[in-house]
C-alpha cells in the first residue's frame, strides 16, 4: 500500500499568517488522485481538496493544494481562526487501496 | 440535501461482534460507492472498505479483511458495517462516507456524523 508522511505534526502560526503543509507519499500517487481534509474536535473530516489541486464545493480560496508524484503541498494564504485544526492528505489512486496520512496539527501560537 | 446519519454509540466486550448502521438519504442509495473509516482516539483515519450498494459487492482493507463485513439494504437505504472478535484496539470512532465518482476509489464528500464504538473486557 502507499503510505503517506506528513510534516510537520504540528504547525503552530498566527492568524494571518501562510500555512504550509506536506504530504509525502512512498510511491507515485497516479494521476494526482490526493485529497485533503480538515477535521476539528468532535467533527467528521471536511473536504477540501481533491485532485491535488480542486477545491471542494464551498472551499474558500485562501485554501489551494498543489504536486505531484510523490509530493503534494496544501497552503492557507492567510489563516483565519477557524482554520485552526488538523488536516489529513488521502491518496485514492491505487489498486491496493485508500490510505490517509497521520495528519498535521495547525494550533494558535 | 445530501445526509448519512449512523446509529447510537456502542460499548461492546472483547471477543464479541458490533453492527453499525449508516442510513442515506438526499441522494440515490444505489448511485454511489459507501466506505468505512475508522479513528481511534487522538489517532489518523484508517480505510476499511467499502459497498456498491447497486449489487452488494464489497472490497476490503487487509487489515479487517477476516473480521468486517459490510452489508446494505437497498429498502432501506442503508449500509451496515460488522466488526467481529472485538479487541480493545478497535476502540474508535467510525464513520460512514460516500464517494462521488465512477469508481470506489475517490475522495469523499459526505460523512456520516460517526459512531463511537468503546471495547472493554
Known amino acids: 500500500e502507499i503510505v503517506l508522511t506528513q510534516s510537520p505534526g504540528t504547525l503552530s502560526l498566527s492568524p494571518g499568517e501562510r500555512a504550509t503543509l506536506s504530504c509525502r507519499a512512498s510511491?507515485?500517487?497516479?494521476?494526482?488522485?490526493l485529497a485533503w481534509y480538515q477535521q476539528k474536535p468532535g467533527q467528521a473530516p471536511r473536504l477540501l481538496i481533491y485532485?491535488?489541486?480542486s477545491r471542494a464545493t464551498g472551499i474558500p480560496d485562501r485554501f489551494s493544494g498543489s504536486g505531484s508524484g510523490t509530493d503534494f503541498t496544501l497552503t492557507i494564504s492567510r489563516l483565519e481562526p477557524e482554520d485552526f485544526a488538523v488536516y489529513y492528505c488521502?491518496?485514492?489512486?491505487?489498486?491496493?487501496?485508500?490510505?490517509f496520512g497521520q495528519g498535521t496539527r495547525l494550533e494558535i501560537k | 440535501q445530501m445526509q448519512l446519519v449512523q446509529s447510537g454509540a456502542e460499548v461492546k466486550k472483547t471477543g464479541s461482534s458490533v453492527k453499525v448502521s449508516c442510513k442515506a438519504s438526499?441522494?440515490?442509495?444505489?448511485?454511489?460507492?459507501l466506505h468505512w473509516v475508522r479513528q481511534a482516539p487522538g489517532q489518523a483515519l484508517e480505510w476499511m472498505g467499502w459497498?456498491?450498494?447497486?449489487?452488494?459487492?464489497?472490497n476490503y482493507a487487509q487489515k479487517f479483511q477476516d473480521r468486517v463485513t459490510i452489508t446494505r439494504d437497498r429498502s432501506m437505504s442503508t449500509a451496515y458495517m460488522e466488526l467481529s472478535s472485538l479487541r480493545s484496539e478497535d476502540t474508535a470512532m467510525y464513520y460512514c462516507?460516500?464517494?462521488?465518482?465512477?469508481?470506489?476509489?475517490?475522495?469523499?464528500?459526505?460523512w456520516g456524523q460517526g459512531t463511537l464504538v468503546t471495547v472493554s473486557s
Open positions: 462516507a460516500i464517494t462521488t465518482g465512477t469508481t470506489p476509489e475517490d475522495y469523499f464528500d459526505y
Open positions: 438526499g441522494y440515490t442509495f444505489t448511485y454511489r460507492y
Open positions: 459497498i456498491t450498494p447497486f449489487n452488494g459487492n464489497t
Open positions: 510511491q507515485s500517487v497516479s494521476s494526482s488522485y
Open positions: 485532485g491535488a489541486s
Open positions: 488521502q491518496q485514492y489512486g491505487s489498486s491496493s487501496g485508500i490510505t
